[in-house]
């Protein structure tokens, strides 16, 4: 018989590890097992009665704890039942049964059985059942959710805005205004921060209202008698050429607005707001510092609601005040003669457009010529214009961003001397593959549509009826974003002043959304926008 070796491989293959193990000599008064069972074998069994034992002592405990409980439950309803038996029942002395109080009499098992699981406060069989979501009633609103999202805001940083992977556009400031147009198309972008190579440094920013200055620009002086500007002739304007040209004209460039990692995400919806931009870039250091900074990412208002939202995405009913009506709301630039700009929520008329911010909104048609839409952007100060039929019914949006889409096939350049209406340009922005113009006539023919406008009038019918689709779609009774003009991506984002606010909140959370049109569901009537700057403010402050 081969002896026991005193170690054994470890059980769990680890080949570093040996157990070492020790025999037990096992006395005369242990019980003996058969014979030709090893040692092992034995002390599995020992082990196996051991954990019996054990887990006969965990039931025999359980099983008197058990009975207790019953026993007191017992005597509970007993005692409950002997008070209240003389006012539900006289006592008789003919001998007939008493009358049970009815949570008892449907229960008869109660006095001598255990209480059934539904007697309890709460229903353990069916818990898994209940997901309706627990809506807090808060007078205080809208302190309360207001200081919720203000904790949240201050205890997050901006690191929390900077996905695992992405890219981030930066354009040079010596790269000519041209190139930097088309790059900002290519790109989907509407505006870019600027390296200045002699300082190492980030200087500004470029956006789609430098290029709206441009096209007025380069259209003016044509109409005051000067000749076209050629695409060479462009090549040799600069971005630093730009600014300076604007500084003399007395628009000083902006100074760079940014934001650093370790910032608090209420410091950047604060300074975003407060700077009135789109966006931030977020930069490793300090651009007046030694240390050269680094672009991180680009903050934006939206980026913040959708980190705010994904905090709170299980637990919305902890912001109750998103569960209010858009209607009822402080929020957004409606119009005077909307639905609610003469409900009843302040009794005086004055207060009540104190209380709201109402007033005409800028729109465009169709037929409103380019030039005239750009000038309206600039002069109100609005980032987009709905564009409504006759009756006011939204059919699209024309947006700051959407002068980019003039790089295809160079239609800037034609801009110069050609009438170009919303309609056109909105059309050539749904083309996927517009037609080359260099053979279309510069001039319109007697009798006909010439240059871009001939170009653009097949377009535009099949847009608008897209767009008429894309609108009268609903979805269980309100409107909701369909695909955009050719259905690569949706343009206008639109809700009604009975959406909630969460749905408010989601859809500004989607990157590159910056509005909302409120319309009527049964008409498409246009009552008023919604902005990124406006739920920011209210939310936020």
Request: hydrophobic content about 40%.
């Amino acid at each position: 018989m081969m002896k026991q070796p005193p170690f054994m491989p470890d059980p769990l293959g680890n080949v570093n590890n040996w157990l070492f193990v020790r025999r037990i000599d096992p006395s005369p008064a242990a019980t003996q097992l058969p014979s030709g069972i090893s040692f092992d074998q034995q002390l599995l069994a020992a082990q196996a009665q051991q954990q019996q034992a054990a887990v006969q002592q965990q039931q025999a405990a359980a099983a008197q704890q058990q009975q207790q409980q019953q026993q007191q439950q017992a005597a509970a309803v007993a005692q409950q039942q002997t008070a209240r038996q003389p006012l539900l029942s006289p006592p008789s002395h003919s001998g007939s049964a008493n009358v049970l109080p009815p949570h008892v009499q449907h229960s008869p098992s109660s006095l001598t059985g255990p209480v059934p699981a539904t007697q309890g406060d709460v229903d353990m069989a069916n818990a898994e059942a209940i997901v309706a979501p627990i809506v807090i009633h808060n007078p205080k609103e809208p302190e309360y959710t207001r200081k919720k999202i203000s904790d949240f805001l201050h205890s997050h940083t901006a690191y929390e805005l900077i996905p695992e992977s992405g890219k981030v556009v930066v354009l040079d400031v010596d790269l000519p205004v041209r190139q930097a147009f088309h790059a900002l198309h290519e790109q989907g972008i509407a505006s870019a921060p600027l390296w200045d190579l002699p300082s190492s440094n980030m200087i500004g920013v470029i956006s789609a209202s430098d290029f709206i200055h441009i096209l007025k620009r380069l259209r003016n002086s044509v109409t005051s008698g000067g000749n076209p500007m050629s695409e060479a002739e462009m090549d040799a304007h600069t971005i630093r050429g730009l600014r300076e040209e604007a500084g003399l004209e007395g628009r000083e460039p902006k100074p760079l607005v940014f934001v650093k990692p370790d910032d608090d995400l209420g410091k950047v919806a604060s300074t975003l707001s407060h700077n009135k931009c789109s966006m931030a870039p977020i930069l490793s250091a300090d651009p007046i510092g030694s240390e050269v900074p680094t672009v991180l990412h680009l903050a934006t208002l939206s980026g913040v609601l959708a980190c705010l939202m994904r905090h709170f995405r299980a637990s919305l009913a902890s912001l109750p005040l998103l569960a209010q009506p858009l209607g009822s709301l402080p929020l957004g630039t409606w119009s005077p003669d909307a639905g609610v700009a003469h409900a009843d929520v302040l009794p005086d008329s004055k207060d009540r457009r104190q209380w709201r911010k109402l007033q005409p909104l800028h729109t465009v048609t169709p037929n409103t010529l380019l030039t005239t839409a750009l000038s309206m952007l600039l002069e109100a100060g609005v980032s987009a214009l709905p564009v409504v039929d006759d009756k006011r019914c939204l059919l699209d949006i024309y947006a700051r961003s959407d002068i980019t889409q003039l790089c295809k096939a160079n239609a800037y350049n034609r801009l110069q001397w050609e009438d170009v209406t919303v309609g056109q340009a909105l059309s050539l922005a749904a083309s996927s593959n517009p037609m080359s113009w260099s053979s279309a006539p510069n001039q319109p023919v007697a009798g006909m549509m010439g240059g871009l406008s001939a170009e653009f009038q097949a377009q535009q019918q099949a847009q608008q009826h897209a767009m008429l689709h894309q609108l009268a779609t609903t979805e269980g009774g309100s409107l909701h974003a369909g695909p955009g003009p050719g259905g690569k991506s949706t343009r206008v984002y639109v809700c009604s002043k009975d959406d909630p606010l969460r749905t408010v909140v989601e859809r500004l959370a989607i990157p590159g959304v910056r509005r909302l049109v409120v319309v009527q569901p049964e008409t498409r009537r246009v009552e008023g926008l919604i902005s990124l700057s406006d739920v920011a403010a209210y939310l936020f402050s």
